[in-house]
């Protein structure tokens, strides 16, 4: 096992898997998941989250002192229902182009272990429905 460090990153888990949520500040990493987890999806940690490698697999979880709090744009810091870890098993890089349509597959590697990566945009409205339908795809693989 590996030291945890710290991401700026946020995530969630959808179906019980783990999705991490990166981009620069003002990429809609917390507006991608309040709408997940308006559609059932568990908030892990937002803004700040750690990651240490654990048997092989990347395990995330909020820094202390976010645990439970999610930013909502116009409402501010809000307390909500979280889970306390999830074994991330896809990354979502977030910008501001639209995705392409037919991309070649993407992996990113982090402390060693390389993951699955689709670069999309936060706010085209399809969004949250991609990164359920993906993770819906790994979650079918573990079973």
Do not use: W
């Not at 590996?2 to 999705?19: D, F, I, M, N, S």
């Not at 998941?33 to 092989?56: N, P």
């Not at 307390?79 to 306390?84: A, K, L």
Request: aromatic share 2%; proline share 6%; glycine share 12%.
């Amino acid at each position: 096992m590996t030291e945890a460090y710290r991401l700026h990153a946020t995530c969630v888990a959808v179906e019980g898997v783990g999705v991490l949520l990166r981009g620069p500040s003002g990429s809609g990493k917390s507006d991608l998941a309040l709408r997940l987890i308006d559609g059932g999806a568990e908030l892990v940690g937002d803004d700040q989250v750690l990651v240490k490698a654990k048997d092989g697999h990347l395990i995330a979880s909020a820094h202390p002192n976010l645990s439970g709090l999610l930013e909502v744009r116009g409402l501010g810091i809000l307390s909500i229902p979280h889970r306390p870890s999830v074994a991330v098993q896809l990354i979502i890089a977030l910008g501001g182009q639209a995705p392409e349509r037919l991309p070649e597959p993407q992996h990113e590697e982090i402390q060693g272990i390389s993951l699955p990566l689709l670069s999309l945009n936060a706010f085209e409205a399809s969004t949250s429905a991609k990164v359920r339908l993906a993770a819906g795809r790994l979650a079918g693989d573990s079973r």
